[in-house]
């Protein structure tokens, strides 16, 4: 059973750096590309960045250009998304998502906030 | 980035047919077609369909996705309380670079 399990979401204050994980098992992680995607309270879903089988190629979203790093540890089955100079609108449920649409996982929340 | 085009809302009644659409261009839905993703509240997206229609195991046969132009369409026959919720396109767009989503279609059975 493929299974994502993302972690690290909390309160940050604007300006701030939070590092998201999500631990992948059940499939072979390394034969996939991997995605965050995210959405707001109320809103839609968005495509916040993806990453290559081998970690070579990444993609972002322009918003989060210059601020988000996407990575991977295929060793250790897990995907990062590691956020600097956080804003308020950047508030969602983040998901990593196998594909990047074909498994979810639960999801975490990232409020950022003063 | 440009996202794909979804109604906001569709309602129908019980039993009857549900047809929601999704319009982007020739770099998006009509290059390699969309995937389609349902969420209840609460809860993450659920895949349903991805290009066009092919069907992930589990999925109703009541569900049937097809694409004509740059519109893809995803239609729900014999429509059941448990249809209600909201209903995602998604497709890779290849002059982004990127993935686009529509803005999803919040689908109520009377």
């Known amino acids: 059973e493929v299974q994502l399990v993302e972690s690290g979401g909390g309160l940050v204050q604007p300006g701030g750096s939070l590092r998201l994980s999500c631990e992948a098992s059940?499939?072979?992680?390394?034969?996939?590309?991997m995605s965050w995607v995210r959405q707001a309270p109320g809103k839609g879903l968005e495509w916040v960045a993806n990453i290559k089988q081998d970690g070579s190629d990444k993609y972002y979203v322009d918003s989060v250009k210059g601020r988000f790093t996407i990575s991977r540890d295929n060793a250790k089955n897990s995907l990062y998304l590691q956020m600097n100079s956080l804003r308020v609108e950047d508030t969602a449920v983040y998901y990593c998502?196998?594909?990047?649409?074909?498994?979810w996982g639960q999801g975490t929340l990232v409020t950022v906030s003063s | 980035q440009a996202g794909l085009t979804q109604p906001p809302s569709v309602s129908k009644d019980l039993r009857q047919t549900a047809t929601l659409t999704c319009t982007g261009n020739?770099?998006?839905?009509?290059?390699?077609?969309a995937a389609w993703l349902q969420q209840h509240q609460g809860h993450p997206p659920k895949l349903l369909s991805y290009?066009?229609?092919n069907r992930p195991s589990g999925i109703s046969e009541r569900l049937s996705a097809s694409r004509s132009g740059n519109t893809a369409s995803l239609s729900i026959t014999g429509l059941q309380p448990e249809d209600e919720a909201d209903y995602y396109c998604s497709a890779w767009d290849s002059s982004l670079s990127a993935w686009v989503f529509g803005g999803g279609t919040k689908l109520t059975v009377l």
């Open positions: 059940g499939f072979t992680f390394s034969s996939y590309w």
């Open positions: 020739s770099n998006n839905v009509g290059n390699q077609g």
């Open positions: 290009r066009n229609n």
């Open positions: 998502a196998r594909g990047p649409v074909e498994y």
